[in-house]
């Protein structure tokens, strides 16, 4: 008789175990109509009742569009859609029937100074850099902070636009200098055996002289020499320092330590080929002019590149260039 009953005890708890199990799964609506039978505390999204299955159509109507923060539409629950911060539209409304509103910030125009609070695409639109989130200052200046500057100088109080045509690096809207470790700038250092490295100008100083930011290994350390640019010859002059400027061409002679070693105009440094192109043509005709009437110190027709041209260089450059004369 004890057997019996114990039997039967045996088969109500299975049973009602079984139940209970039933009554604690569900349907499971995730993103985009999405369906998966789980229990309710582990469902990402919308849960349709405990044995509720996943039956055609089931989560069609638990979806619609999502206007998340940053202004895009998305497809999904109105739980997901509420756990990410967005504003849900209705069940079943597809994202070509809303119109999710455009987040504001301050819009920079391009000198970096006048700032509007408008959405991006009309700071876009007006070609100004957008900062979304961010506020331009009660008087209607950009949003400021810190920024570090090639030199390895942190400087605060500017706004991004201004830090990025000074070559630095913005540290962020409304950091300031504290704390702020900017990096110093590596250069040639040049010693006096002739080697040369990259490092920082304080380092530098220790073994030799430092040629300035940016500078490379082993052109800046070469020995000084002659820099012929445009129509102008200077001696003593670092290969770093002579370089082109626009049509003006420059070739430099290391090592060399007059302008005319032979006493008249070498070829390689002729006065004539403004543009150093390695022949006398017509177009350095033009190219001087150029330089003549934007008053470059370089079309001061046999000068050291340091003056002013004045109008009888144009005939003593035409002189020489008639007759072939470099």
């Known amino acids: 008789m004890q057997s019996v009953v114990r039997h039967a005890v045996v088969l109500g708890l299975v049973a009602l175990a079984a139940s209970f199990a039933r009554a604690q799964t569900g349907a499971c609506c995730g993103v985009a109509g999405s369906c998966s039978i789980t229990p309710q505390i582990m469902c990402v999204g919308a849960f349709l009742g405990d044995?509720?299955?996943?039956?055609?159509?089931?989560?069609?109507?638990?979806?619609?569009?999502?206007?998340?923060?940053?202004?895009?539409?998305?497809?999904?629950?109105?739980?997901?859609?509420?756990?990410?911060?967005?504003?849900?539209?209705?069940d079943g409304i597809s994202c070509a029937d809303v119109s999710c509103p455009q987040p504001t910030g301050a819009c920079c125009n391009a000198a970096g100074h006048q700032c509007t609070n408008v959405i991006e695409n009309d700071c876009l639109q007006l070609g100004g850099t957008f900062y979304r989130g961010a506020a331009c200052t009660p008087n209607g200046l950009c949003p400021i902070g810190a920024c570090c500057l090639p030199e390895g100088v942190c400087t605060a109080g500017i706004s991004q636009p201004s830090c990025a045509k000074w070559r630095g690096t913005f540290q962020g809207i409304g950091t300031t200098c504290t704390g702020i470790?900017?990096?110093?700038?590596v250069g040639a250092c040049c010693t006096s055996t002739g080697g040369c490295a990259l490092l920082t100008a304080n380092i530098c100083a220790i073994f030799g002289q430092w040629r300035g930011p940016g500078t490379t290994c082993p052109i800046a350390c070469l020995p000084p020499g002659v820099c012929c640019r445009g129509s102008t010859c200077a001696t003593g002059v670092i290969a770093t320092a002579c370089s082109a400027q626009g049509s003006i061409g420059a070739i430099f002679i290391s090592g060399q330590a007059v302008c005319n070693p032979s006493g008249g105009r070498v070829p390689s440094c002729c006065l004539?080929?403004?543009?150093?192109?390695?022949?006398?043509?017509?177009?350095?005709?033009f190219d001087y002019l150029n330089a003549w009437f934007?008053?470059?110190?370089?079309?001061?027709?046999?000068?050291?590149?340091?003056?002013?041209?004045?109008?009888?260089?144009?005939?003593?450059f035409l002189n020489a260039w008639f007759v072939g004369e470099c």
């Not at 569009?65 to 849900?88: D, E, H």
């Not at 470790?181 to 700038?185: E, F, G, I, T, V």
């Not at 041209?309 to 003593?316: E, H, L, T």
Request: glycine share 14%.
């Open 272 to 285: 004539t080929d403004v543009n150093k192109s390695g022949a006398v043509d017509i177009q350095d005709v």
């Open 294 to 316: 934007a008053q470059s110190p370089y079309a001061d027709f046999g000068g050291s590149g340091s003056g002013t041209p004045v109008i009888q260089d144009i005939f003593d």
């Open 181 to 185: 470790m900017c990096p110093m700038p």
């Open 51 to 90: 044995g509720s299955v996943c039956a055609p159509g089931a989560c069609d109507a638990v979806t619609g569009a999502c206007c998340v923060p940053s202004g895009a539409c998305t497809i999904s629950t109105q739980t997901l859609c509420k756990s990410s911060g967005g504003a849900y539209e209705g």
